[in-house]
């Protein structure tokens, strides 16, 4: 299975033949996973680098609002926009800018100052009752529980101490709570929970990997899993490890992964990661149609991968889709039975799986229509993985397409002169091939200046067959080698936080993919990065 | 005026209030006072992310017929009249980036045919961009902070009124103020949140009727963000010393920053700070909402400018640069022209009107702040007006497409235009100037010039000369 995902697909011999397109992470990507003979490689060279992580926005919010309550997600208010590459994760695009800390602070006093307007869910992260405005065992209570939560981590006596002499100012105010936010304002710019920091144990080969310590490794599997801080369960798991002197092992990780995917967060970050990853995490459409949407790929997800505990790529063969009333009528298909929205069957209309959703039928949108070019570029570069050069330098891309011809058909062969052709040839037609489906997932057979789509629409996706509408291709895509390839190495660059992966990435993907065939899960998928024996583990950044 | 901003209380210790100017009738150029020692100068370079005309126009709706004075106002420049700011606002119509193809040399502030990824980096910094998307020198509100901003609360500020970038194409041209750093040229991410904003600028303000007890509250925060920033600091150094060597360089980029604002909350006045006879304390403006293609920003435009505004008017800050949008823009027009369409797309439809109303909706909010600015007195009694150099500039213009020679572009930096207002250096105002081939960073070094930065603009030497006679 190791020779399977190490050796060029058909497809990629095709492309690597044209000159054109290459793999995510192509350059040595293949060379570390070990050796021809399929000799399982020695850890440390599947052992990521990684390095300090800020929370996203996304990541901020999800952790206020499991810490403290907060379910406002004020962080993009405050915060710079982190950039999306695609996940918005990448550590490697985050700077330290005077609008960040600025932000973080003014952040802090936003949040703080809701909790402590609401006295409810005040009294509960306090956790105690105030005999009065120093109350020190009061304080030092609150410090110890809400800081080991904040920091993912027991506070050292010391630190106790230096939260807890922030009460003075209580004592000053007259009043208990001031201590309490001046506390929040200190813990939620502290550096250890803006980032999450990874220390660990050196190994003692001087190979400058480290041993994650056990409470290290309980938040990455929760911002892995679900996009959030670790609770208590599972610092206390990591509490118990580290009082014992020992590490998690392989079957503790698995057991607690396998908890943490029941949670409702799991399935929030199931759609997270394919939200980022296939270009829908923003839908610029009518608020109501974008909840609608979301809702649609959210439910065929979690039948998937949670419900029918199935192939990960049955998802893109579902023959029935989720609705509501009001999107069953966007998309002209039957209305569900029920004004809740239901399954409804796709019947003969040509849609299947979530290629067919509103939500993948985002990409490639370009001014008031699709682009195919915009479209077949996120088929080979989201759903394969593919490296796309940049057009050469001397054509401007930013120059519209001129045609005498009002049909788009006729203004893209523009695309196709010589100089353009060997590269667009790869990737136009699989953008042609959906070209029956608008920026919203409404099925059409007419162009915007209304001439006729008929054959233009029979795609091709080069080195892997011809299809008609997103239904075939996610025929087409379903059983590929390239697409489940592209799933482990998303899926660890999300893990990792590193927008260009690394060869070490790329051959832990593939190691990975090598014990699942085609029918592989992805829960499985999942548990096995989370227990492999180098998810524990982080290479120092030089 | 932004409903937050409207009621406003004079800052403590102030006698007046300031009261607007009428609104100055002259129709000839106005001639600012001579430059009055003591009243400092002021600075902002903005720019709008978007060219004038649309495919196939030969002309836009931005340059004037008229030349000099009482030029006449297009649908782009529309708003100056509105404002009546005619008089103060001139237009320099005309401006060239010079673009070669790709395999020859780049001329000094030129660029490639590539358009978006091409055109900023001249804009904003004066020098050609020989890579994509790069910006390789310091930015004009920089270069003018170093001269005349260091002494103030705010020594440059860097804001953005498109509140994200509202999807994953596009330039991602999101910053437009970079400044020498010990880690070399860096990019200042703008400040967004009017609540931010807001609270840089004002931290530490009073009302002028605040009791001793509010003084004391307000002190007592102080000295509570103190102590928490120096507890976030230490333990910040104590973990630097356990991180590897690039780990270490990313906190102590943090740790710079929390320096930066502990040392700004330590400079603090509580109760006051401003000391301009136009100063005002404004309420705090209310967060308009994040939306996935607008965030109203009409409404945040008018708030920055307000903000903007007061800080000049409190000597809060003397440079700046305001983004009102990202280049190669995707924001989302309906807003204005009543259809959803982002600006980068409206540049590619052919319809002129539509999108000199875009071009109009960036002037409006600028011909709004002139007109603050001009209706604010100062001490001795001119206008606050007189005492600035503001520039306007866009991505493009249009004109023959570079790489053919042929036809009409909007992705062009032929024909581009640039708004220059404020009496700084002895300037003069309302005028439109045809200055053919000048270089549209030109006229932004003549605005540094006006307040007294004479040090070239990058590969940028030349000025306007007309707008200083």
């Given at each position: 299975m190791q020779d399977r995902s190490l050796s060029m697909t058909a497809l990629t011999t095709v492309l690597v033949a044209a000159g054109c397109i290459g793999h995510i992470g192509d350059r040595d990507a293949f060379d570390g996973s070990g050796s021809e003979d399929g000799t399982p490689p020695p850890p440390a060279d599947l052992v990521a680098s990684a390095g300090l992580r800020r929370l996203s926005i996304h990541e901020y919010d999800n952790t206020i609002r499991d810490l403290l309550g907060d379910d406002t997600r004020p962080a993009a208010t405050y915060l710079p926009e982190d950039a999306r590459t695609p996940f918005d994760n990448d550590y490697t695009k985050q700077t330290a800018s005077a609008a960040l800390v600025d932000g973080a602070e003014a952040l802090a006093m936003d949040v703080a100052a809701r909790l402590l307007a609401d006295p409810a869910r005040r009294d509960a992260v306090v956790g105690c009752t105030p005999s009065g405005p120093e109350d020190s065992a009061c304080a030092t209570s609150f410090v110890e529980s809400f800081g080991r939560r904040a920091l993912r981590r027991p506070l050292t006596d010391e630190e106790v101490a230096s939260y807890v002499g922030l009460f003075g100012f209580a004592g000053q105010a007259g009043d208990f709570y001031v201590g309490v936010e001046t506390t929040l304002w200190a813990l939620l710019q502290d550096p250890e929970f803006l980032y999450r920091v990874e220390i660990g144990r050196p190994a003692t080969d001087g190979s400058g990997v480290v041993r994650l310590d056990n409470f290290e490794l309980v938040s990455r599997m929760s911002y892995l899993l679900w996009g959030s801080a670790p609770d208590d369960r599972l610092l206390d798991t990591a509490e118990e490890a580290e009082i014992a002197s020992r590490d998690l092992d392989a079957e503790e990780v698995r057991t607690l992964a396998v908890e943490m995917l029941a949670d409702p967060r799991g399935a929030e970050q199931l759609y997270r990661f394919h939200a980022l990853w296939l270009g829908f995490d923003e839908l610029p459409h009518d608020p109501a149609l974008a909840a609608d949407m979301r809702l649609e790929t959210a439910a065929l997800l979690e039948r998937v991968v949670f419900e029918d505990a199935g192939p990960w790529n049955d998802i893109l063969l579902a023959e029935e889709t989720f609705l509501t009333p009001s999107l069953a009528e966007h998309y002209g298909l039957p209305p569900p039975a029920s004004a809740e929205g239901g399954w409804v069957p796709y019947g003969t209309s040509g849609r299947r799986g979530l290629l067919s959703h509103g939500t993948f039928l985002v990409n490639g949108g370009k001014f008031e229509d699709t682009s195919p070019v915009f479209r077949g570029l996120a088929v080979r570069q989201r759903l394969l993985c593919q490296t796309i050069p940049p057009p050469p330098a001397n054509v401007n891309i930013d120059d519209a397409l001129m045609s005498e011809s009002p049909c788009k058909w006729d203004q893209y062969l523009a695309t196709l002169q010589d100089g353009c052709i060997g590269c667009h040839s790869q990737f136009n037609p699989a953008g042609w091939g959906l070209e029956e489906y608008d920026k919203q997932g409404r099925f059409r057979t007419a162009d915007p200046a209304g001439c006729e789509i008929g054959e233009h629409a029979n795609g091709e996706v080069p080195g892997l067959g011809s299809f008609r509408g997103p239904g075939e291709l996610g025929a087409l895509l379903a059983p590929s080698d390239d697409l489940l390839h592209c799933l482990g190495t998303q899926l660890v660059r999300f893990a990792t936080g590193r927008g260009e992966p690394a060869p070490e990435d790329v051959a832990l993907a593939a190691a990975l993919l090598a014990d699942r065939g085609a029918d592989l899960r992805f829960d499985e998928l999942l548990l096995d990065l989370v227990s492999s024996p180098t998810f524990a583990f982080r290479k120092l950044e030089e | 005026m932004s409903p937050k901003l409207h009621r406003r209380t004079v800052l403590r210790g102030l006698a007046g209030i300031a009261l607007a100017l009428p609104a100055l009738e002259a129709m000839a150029p106005k001639r600012a006072r001579a430059d009055v020692p003591g009243i400092p100068k002021r600075f902002l370079a903005t720019f709008g992310g978007m060219s004038l005309a649309t495919n196939g126009e030969v002309e836009d709706q931005v340059a004037p017929d008229v030349i000099g004075t009482d030029y006449d106002c297009k649908l782009g420049i529309a708003p100056l009249a509105t404002a009546g700011v005619t008089d103060v606002v001139s237009v320099v119509s005309g401006l060239v980036i010079p673009a070669v193809p790709v395999d020859q040399p780049i001329p000094p502030a030129g660029r490639t045919v590539m358009f978006h990824s091409q055109c900023f980096g001249t804009l904003f910094s004066g020098t050609r961009t020989e890579v994509m998307k790069a910006v390789t020198a310091p930015s004009s509100d920089q270069r003018v902070a170093e001269v005349i901003g260091t002494d103030n609360k705010i020594p440059c500020m860097a804001y953005r009124v498109q509140?994200?970038?509202?999807?994953?194409?596009?330039?991602?041209?999101?910053?437009?103020?970079?400044?020498?750093?010990?880690?070399?040229?860096?990019?200042?991410?703008?400040?967004?949140?009017?609540?931010?904003?807001?609270?840089?600028?004002?931290?530490?303000?009073?009302?002028?009727?605040?009791?001793?007890?509010?003084?004391?509250?307000?002190?007592?925060?102080?000295?509570?963000?103190?102590?928490?920033?120096?507890?976030?600091?230490?333990?910040?150094?104590?973990?630097?010393?356990?991180?590897?060597?690039?780990?270490?360089?990313?906190?102590?980029?943090?740790?710079?920053?929390?320096?930066?604002?502990?040392?700004?909350?330590?400079?603090?006045?509580?109760?006051?700070?401003?000391?301009?006879?136009?100063?005002?304390?404004?309420?705090?403006?209310?967060?308009?909402?994040?939306?996935?293609?607008?965030?109203?920003?009409?409404?945040?435009?008018?708030?920055?400018?307000?903000?903007?505004?007061?800080?000049?008017?409190?000597?809060?800050?003397?440079?700046?640069?305001?983004?009102?949008?990202?280049?190669?823009?995707?924001?989302?027009?309906?807003?204005?022209?009543?259809?959803?369409?982002?600006?980068?797309?409206?540049?590619?439809?052919?319809?002129?009107?539509?999108?000199?109303?875009?071009?109009?909706?960036?002037v409006k909010h600028f011909a709004r702040l002139v007109s603050k600015l001009r209706d604010t007195q100062e001490i001795d009694g001119s206008s606050l007006l007189d005492h600035c150099a503001l520039t306007l500039c866009f991505e493009g213009g249009h004109g023959p497409d570079p790489q053919t020679g042929e036809g009409w572009d909007t992705h062009s930096t032929e024909n581009m235009a640039v708004l220059f207002a404020g009496g700084a250096g002895g300037m003069t105002q309302g005028r439109h100037v045809r200055a053919l081939g000048k270089h549209p960073s030109a006229v932004i070094n003549t605005a540094m010039r006006a307040v007294g930065v004479d040090t070239g603009f990058g590969e940028v030497t030349d000025w306007i000369p007309e707008l200083e006679t």
């Open positions: - | 509140a994200g970038h509202y999807g994953d194409g596009g330039s991602r041209c999101d910053v437009m103020s970079y400044k020498n750093t010990d880690q070399g040229l860096t990019p200042v991410t703008p400040k967004v949140s009017p609540g931010l904003i807001f609270q840089e600028l004002f931290d530490g303000f009073l009302p002028p009727d605040a009791d001793p007890a509010a003084l004391a509250a307000a002190e007592l925060v102080r000295q509570r963000r103190l102590s928490v920033l120096d507890l976030v600091g230490a333990k910040t150094e104590k973990l630097m010393s356990q991180l590897g060597s690039a780990d270490r360089m990313r906190m102590e980029q943090h740790l710079d920053q929390i320096r930066d604002l502990e040392t700004r909350i330590t400079n603090l006045t509580i109760g006051g700070g401003g000391n301009g006879a136009g100063c005002v304390l404004p309420e705090a403006p209310n967060e308009p909402g994040l939306g996935v293609a607008y965030s109203d920003e009409d409404l945040r435009a008018e708030i920055l400018c307000d903000l903007i505004h007061l800080a000049f008017a409190c000597d809060l800050s003397r440079a700046g640069s305001l983004m009102f949008t990202e280049a190669q823009s995707s924001m989302d027009m309906q807003f204005l022209v009543g259809y959803s369409r982002s600006l980068h797309d409206i540049s590619h439809h052919d319809n002129l009107e539509d999108l000199s109303r875009c071009v109009g909706w960036h």
